[in-house]
Structures are given as structure tokens and as C-alpha cells.
């Protein structure tokens, strides 16, 4: 057995990612069965990659002549045996024959409810206390979340520890005094290189919850500067985004913190000033470049957002909106939605004006011109609310095309990937019984947020007209003049 698993004794644990890396590079892969604790631990000692809990245990283990008598429950205390005395393998479950048969889609939700069954109290927490006692440099990272998902205490404590740092996105709904909310700012000598920062980020654990992370830049780094542990805490799952997860915590989040962080106290590190002093410096280069350049979506992103009352809904449409939106603060109270996950361009509109319906704050949706086209049978019904917003970012096309690499110097790229238009929204807005103002310079601009957010008797589009060529160099000289500092 350990002839066998030779190959793969460098993985400390075993994902699914993993065992896709194997079959590319052509490398064996062990697998064994096994139906309880002791011989789990046993065939996970060895080194072998996969165990699996087979309905075979109908008769291996009960005795039944065929797989068909064993039940879901009985499955499930042989997974979770197994479950328990294996640190290295991954561990893979029949289910027994007619639990989904009729429709593979079935599945899932089963696996689901069982597994976030599992019961937090039985983690021992002794040996992770530990390692987050030792490391001076750590990261705590958030994905997409609703607002008022972590305790405020949990916020303050990473204020005050000095060996963390938390990482936050806009949809995160999580600021603090000390959060770095802008990941692409801080990431942004990354294309350029930057040893000694990099170095000097790169953790020793990263922590992780939420949902998807929008920043390229972060998943890029972590994968290059792999931390030492990653743990993600979520009840239901974990995907292995930066292909070093170590541990899954199957809890809530405020459940995980306070088994955690109990009787814990701050130890010295230099890591978070460090890490605060160059952000601080690069955002003072990326202001001092801003305030040089022309019109623009950078440009009106960021007066976007520095106008932005407190008290409402946002709701962010994909493509670039919400990638510009990482870049910039807004206030605290805000509460952000977006439709992330296969990161449609459908259904925003929709989206927002379901929300706008049921939320006590006023509604803005920020939008890009293509998506807005696109959902607009969105605004078709009868319930849109005076208090109803929308910023419509009409830069010609879909101008994420102009951003990402690769595509703008094929042919008929303007046809086929930016799909310019002459349109504007105006004719719309009339239709659907919206009052209707476009702007195409930053002092238009600020004058017309200025009433824009005025209580009014019928709901209001603003539309911000910028220059389609150049979004794409503005963006990119944003980051270089920050990877300056
Ligand atoms: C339903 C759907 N169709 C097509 C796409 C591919 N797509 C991704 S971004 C994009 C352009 C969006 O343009 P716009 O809404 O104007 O935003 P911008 O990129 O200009 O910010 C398209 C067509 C998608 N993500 N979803």
C-alpha cells in the first residue's frame, strides 16, 4: 500500500481538486474500501488516496445477501465513522440504491442535509487554538455575505490583533475600522512583482468564509504564495479555491469564533502595520491618480460611490460594475447584493426590483448598459416604488472586454465581444415611468447625484455616458500608478 500511494505522499490532504491534478499528470491513485473507524484509520496511516464507504456494507458488514436491503441511516454511521479516523484521504459515500434513482438531481439536497448534520461540538479545537496562537501572520478573508452576518465583536477583535489582517470585498457587507476592503488595491504590484511585499504578505493561515470571492488578484496571489493551513468555515461547503484547503469547519461562523478565539489573547506581530502602511500608501497614489485623469468609469465609480447616501439598498449588477465596485468605500449601513455564481448578466434588474419590494431602505441598482438591455422586462409590472433607483453605466458595450486579456485585438471584436450600440436609455426610461437624466462629465455628474437621491413621485434612471475606448487604459494605469508607492 505504500508502494502504491509513493506518488502522492506530498498532498497533506486529498480533494477532488487533487485528484484532478493527479489524473493529468497521469499519477496513480490508491483507493481502498473501508466501513468503520479503526480500519479507516488504518488504510489513511498507509497513504491511500480515496476511501470509500461502499453499499457494499449490506453485506460485508450485515450480512444481507445483496447492496439493496442497507438504508440511508446506516450509510451515513458508516460515513461518519470513517469520517472520523481519517486525516489525509478523501472520502467518498454510496448512497444506497433508490435514495435518488429516479432523478441524479436528488442527490445533492440529500448530501447536503447530511453532512451539515455534523456536530461542531465534536471538533477539537485544542490543536487549531494552537496554530492560531503561533502564527504571526494571518489572513482573514471574506467572500459574499449577508449584512449582519458576524458578530460586531468578532469585527473588533481583528481590529485589535496585530497578526491579523481582514480582507473584505464590497459584497462582503463586513467594514471595519482597520478592514482592507479594497483587496485589488493592496494586490495591485502583484503584476508587477514586488518581492519584498509579497513575501511579507503571504500568511501563515488563511482564514475564509462567505461565498464567491470577485477579486482575481487575491486568488491569484494566494495561489502563488500558498499558506501553510486554509481553513473555511461554512455549515454546508468548501470549495478549494486556492488548492491548499486544510480543514473545513462545518459551523457557523459566530459558533466557529467563539470556540476559537476564547481565552485568547493578542500576541506581538508586525504584520498588520506593515501590510496597513503600504495599502495606505497605494491608495494615496491610486487618489493622486484619479484626481489627474478625465472622465470615465473609474472616474464615475468613484463619485459614485463618495456620494453615496447610507441608508440604502445596493444592488450591483456583474461584468464590471461589480468589479468597479471593490475599488471604492461606501458607508458603513450600506447593505450590497449582487447575483454572483455563474456571474449572469441576466437578471439583475429583475433582481433588484423584487428586493426594492421587500426592503425597508430605498433601492439602487447600478448597472451597465448591456445588462440593463438586456433585463429590461425587469421593470415591466406594476409595483416599481418612487424610491426606486438606477445608475445605468453606458460606455457603448460591454466593456469588461476591453479589460479582460485576450480578446481586443481579434477580429470583429467591436461586433462579436463588445457589441457596441448607439442606444441610450432615455426612450426606456420614459416607457416604464421613470424620470429620465444622463451625464457625461464628472461635474454633471456630482450636480446630478445631488437631487438624484431626493424623494421623488416616480422612480429615477440616471444615466453616465463614458468614453468606450479608454476605460480599459485608465483602469490599468490606476494599478501602475499604485504599484509606484
Ligand atoms: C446571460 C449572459 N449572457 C452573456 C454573458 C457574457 N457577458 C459577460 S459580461 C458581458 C457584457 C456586459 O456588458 P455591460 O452590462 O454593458 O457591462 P460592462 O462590461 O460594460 O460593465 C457579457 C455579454 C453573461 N455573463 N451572461
Not at 192 to 211: K, R, V
Not at 464 to 483: S, W
Request: proline content about 4%.
Amino acid at each position: 500500500m505504500v508502494n502504491m500511494s509513493k506518488a502522492t505522499n506530498n498532498y497533506t490532504r486529498i480533494t477532488t481538486n487533487t485528484l484532478a491534478e493527479l489524473k493529468s499528470k497521469g499519477r496513480k491513485i490508491a483507493m481502498l474500501t473501508a466501513y468503520d473507524y479503526t480500519m479507516a484509520g488504518i488504510v489513511d496511516k498507509a497513504g491511500v488516496d480515496v476511501i470509500l464507504v461502499g453499499d457494499s456494507a449490506s453485506n460485508v458488514m450485515a450480512g444481507h445477501e445483496t447492496t439493496l436491503p442497507i438504508t440511508l441511516d446506516q450509510m451515513i454511521y458508516h460515513a461518519a465513522s470513517v469520517v472520523r479516523g481519517v486525516k489525509r484521504a478523501l472520502v467518498v459515500v454510496d448512497l444506497p440504491f433508490g435514495a435518488y434513482q429516479a432523478d441524479s438531481k436528488e442527490a445533492l439536497p440529500i448530501v447536503f442535509q447530511e453532512t451539515t448534520k455534523t456536530e461542531s461540538s465534536s471538533i477539537d479545537f485544542k490543536s487549531f487554538k494552537k496554530k492560531w496562537k503561533a502564527a504571526k501572520k494571518k489572513i482573514v478573508l471574506v467572500g459574499v455575505n449577508t449584512p449582519g452576518v458576524l458578530d460586531s465583536k468578532w469585527m473588533e477583535y481583528f481590529d485589535d490583533d496585530p497578526s491579523v489582517i481582514l480582507l473584505t470585498e464590497t459584497t462582503s457587507n463586513l467594514r471595519s475600522k482597520d478592514s482592507i476592503n479594497s483587496i485589488d488595491s493592496l494586490i495591485a504590484p502583484l503584476e508587477m512583482g514586488h518581492p519584498d511585499f509579497f513575501s511579507a504578505l503571504h500568511p501563515d493561515i488563511l482564514l475564509t468564509f462567505g461565498g464567491m470571492v470577485v477579486s482575481k488578484k487575491i486568488k491569484k496571489f494566494l495561489r502563488e504564495f500558498s499558506p501553510k493551513e486554509h481553513w473555511h468555515v461554512d455549515p454546508l461547503r468548501a470549495y478549494d479555491t486556492y488548492y491548499c484547503l486544510s480543514h473545513h469547519f462545518q459551523m457557523p461562523v459566530n459558533s466557529f469564533f467563539s470556540k476559537l478565539l476564547e481565552e485568547f489573547r493578542f500576541h506581538e506581530s508586525d504584520f498588520k502595520s506593515i501590510v496597513l502602511d503600504q495599502y495606505q500608501k497605494q491608495l494615496e497614489q491610486g487618489d493622486a491618480y484619479l484626481n489627474k485623469i478625465g472622465f470615465s468609469d473609474l472616474k464615475a465609480f468613484k463619485t459614485i460611490f463618495s456620494l453615496m447616501p447610507g441608508h440604502i439598498q445596493l444592488q450591483l449588477a456583474n461584468s464590471s460594475t461589480v468589479r468597479y465596485s471593490q475599488l471604492f468605500d461606501l458607508p458603513h449601513e450600506v447593505d450590497v447584493f449582487c447575483n454572483r455564481g455563474t456571474s449572469g448578466i441576466d437578471g439583475s434588474t429583475a433582481t433588484a426590483v423584487g428586493a426594492s419590494l421587500m426592503s425597508s431602505k430605498p433601492c439602487l441598482l447600478i448597472t451597465g448598459d448591456l445588462s440593463f438591455f438586456y433585463d429590461i422586462n425587469g421593470l415591466w409590472n406594476n409595483y416599481l416604488l418612487p424610491s426606486f433607483r438606477i445608475i445605468v453605466i453606458n460606455n457603448g458595450g460591454g466593456g469588461i472586454f476591453r479589460i479582460l486579456p485576450g480578446e481586443k485585438d481579434s477580429p470583429k471584436y467591436d461586433t462579436y465581444f463588445e457589441t457596441i450600440h448607439h442606444k441610450n436609455v432615455r426612450q426606456l426610461a420614459k416607457a416604464f415611468g421613470f424620470k429620465y437624466k444622463s451625464v457625461s462629465n464628472n461635474i454633471q455628474l456630482k450636480w446630478a447625484l445631488k437631487s438624484f437621491y431626493k424623494p421623488s413621485n416616480q422612480p429615477k434612471i440616471l444615466e453616465i455616458k463614458t468614453p468606450r475606448k479608454i476605460n480599459d487604459e485608465v483602469l490599468l494605469n490606476y494599478f501602475k500608478a499604485m504599484q509606484k508607492s
